[in-house]
């Protein structure tokens, strides 16, 4: 068996990290942090900005600026909800932010309709 070929958890030292997208991740405690610098190529250097132009961040916590549906879900998710813990992603169909919004669960939101808080 071949060793882990990558870096141990900065917050535990664990050696179990495994790859999830573009983010490392420990079994042992749930950390997450991204990729080294030198893995990820400048091409991944990408800028996502909210509604009114705030640039975000993983981890970010927003606030849906417009009424959105919901397929399957009689309510919609109301102006005002607030969606803490953001994580950027390539989404599809322009949908960049993977987020749980408490209610409906574990989603995908444009960044144009929300907004940093």
């Not at 179990?16 to 490392?24: Q, V």
């Not at 975000?56 to 417009?66: E, P, S």
């Not at 987020?99 to 309709?113: A, D, H, I, T």
């Amino acid at each position: 068996m071949t060793e882990n070929p990558l870096p141990p958890c900065p917050e535990c030292a664990g050696a179990y990290a495994y790859e999830m997208g573009a983010l490392l991740v420990c079994p042992e405690c749930g950390h997450e942090w991204p990729l080294a610098s030198g893995e990820s190529g400048a091409a991944e250097e990408r800028v996502i900005k909210d509604a009114v132009g705030n640039v975000l961040a993983d981890g970010d916590t927003v606030t849906v600026v417009k009424g959105l549906k919901v397929k399957g879900s009689p309510s919609g998710i109301k102006a005002g909800t607030k969606v803490r813990n953001i994580r950027l992603v390539d989404g599809v169909d322009g949908h960049d932010i993977d987020c749980k919004v408490e209610g409906f669960g574990p989603m995908q939101l444009k960044s144009s309709v929300v907004r940093k808080v």
